[in-house]
């Protein structure tokens, strides 16, 4: 089992950045893979970037190039560093973790991107 703890979430006008960050209460050596989902109002969840145990990363389209996932080992935690932002990168940020377990999910932080 693992909580995780984002922050660092906005309002940023178009074209600026944001940094979230992800806190696990466990060692991210144990969980298998972590990513960043987020959520818009009246839209699926989708996934937006994702980290592997062994640092192997993958984006979506939509942020490629502009988002990039890394991991700090030492303070177990994610980030997601956001770039050129859009109005339609607006929603809630989640965090999610996978372990033997399951997979687990953080509060979330809302993101507005907007002038």
């Known amino acids: 089992q693992v909580q995780l703890v984002e922050s660092g979430g906005g309002l940023v006008q178009p074209g600026g950045s944001l940094r979230l960050s992800c806190a696990a209460s466990?060692?991210?050596?144990?969980?298998?893979?972590m990513g960043w989902y987020r959520q818009a109002p009246g839209k699926h969840r989708e996934m937006v970037a994702g980290?592997?145990?062994?640092?192997?990363?993958s984006y979506s389209d939509y942020v490629k190039g502009r988002f990039t996932i890394s991991a700090d080992n030492a303070k177990n935690t994610v980030y997601l560093q956001m770039n050129s932002l859009k109005p339609e990168d607006t929603a809630v940020y989640y965090c999610?973790?996978?372990?033997?377990?399951?997979?687990?999910w953080g509060q979330g932080t809302q993101v507005t991107v907007s002038s």
């Open positions: 980290i592997t145990s062994g640092s192997v990363t």
């Open positions: 466990i060692s991210i050596f144990k969980i298998y893979n």
């Open positions: 999610s973790a996978q372990l033997d377990g399951g997979l687990y």
